[in-house]
């Protein structure tokens, strides 16, 4: 079974921390994503990436950046939280290209709360 | 703008009836791969079902089946013999072949399985 962790189901912290978020696929996959979710909302993409040192804004990249330095390994950073960060984060994992027809396989999500 | 539309914040079913939540998208290129993905409380996402744009014939997977109206860009998710277990928040969603490679994610729908 494909298997994505994330480093917390919740998290609390403080504006203006800095915070990371932690995604670990065991798939081998290529291409991993960062989503936020909100009611209403649905799931928006923050950033992507391909390849190791790689990595692509999506819909809203702003007030986040990511870090991939081992190909399992996807890393979310908020430089300065603020209380508009409070939400679900999910991490997905899949392979390169139409191999298995885009299929993302998502971990079990973070709850971050920014106080 | 590429878009996803779940009209159906919330539906709700008797256990053992069918129930079907709708999605239309918009997008002017003609190859893509539309899901629905399933998303139970406090659980993590899972693909449910999917269907290649290029195909005619109707995805299913056992009790899930899809109604794929290309022209209409309609994708709606036919639930039959509803059981508890389908309780979940249910996302529509597609992916291009060409151009961005990314899910592109409606806003879900809450499913209710009354017994």
């Known amino acids: 079974d494909v298997k994505v962790t994330q480093s917390s189901r919740y998290l609390v912290k403080r504006t203006g921390e800095k915070v990371f978020l932690e995604c670990v696929q065991d798939?081998?996959?290529?291409?991993m994503f960062w989503y936020r979710q909100d009611p209403g909302l649905g799931l928006r993409l923050i950033y992507f990436?391909?390849?190791?040192?790689?990595?692509e804004k999506g819909d809203i990249p702003e007030g986040y950046s990511v870090s991939r330095e081992k190909k399992e390994r996807f890393s979310l950073i908020l430089e300065s939280a603020s209380t508009n960060q409070t939400s679900m984060y999910l991490c997905a994992s899949s392979f390169l290209g139409q191999a298995i027809s885009y299929e993302q396989y998502f971990g079990p999500g973070t709850r971050l709360t920014v106080t | 703008a590429q878009t996803v539309t779940q009209s159906q914040p919330e539906m709700s079913v008797q256990e053992a009836e069918t129930v079907t939540l709708s999605c239309t998208y918009d997008?002017?290129?003609?190859?893509?791969?539309l899901f629905w993905y399933k998303q139970p409380p406090s659980r993590q996402m899972i693909l449910v079902i999917r269907q290649e744009a290029y195909k005619q014939q109707n995805a299913t997977e056992n009790r899930f089946s899809v109604n794929f109206q290309k022209a209409a860009k309609s994708f709606s998710l036919k639930i039959s013999d509803s059981q508890l277990g389908d309780a979940a928040m249910y996302f529509c969603?597609?992916?291009?072949?060409?151009?961005?490679?990314?899910?592109?994610f409606g806003q879900g729908t809450r499913l209710t399985i009354n017994p």
């Open positions: 969603a597609y992916h291009l072949i060409q151009g961005a490679q990314k899910l592109v």
């Open positions: 990436s391909y390849d190791v040192k790689m990595k």
């Open positions: 798939m081998d996959h290529e291409n």
């Open positions: 997008t002017s290129e003609s190859d893509y791969y």
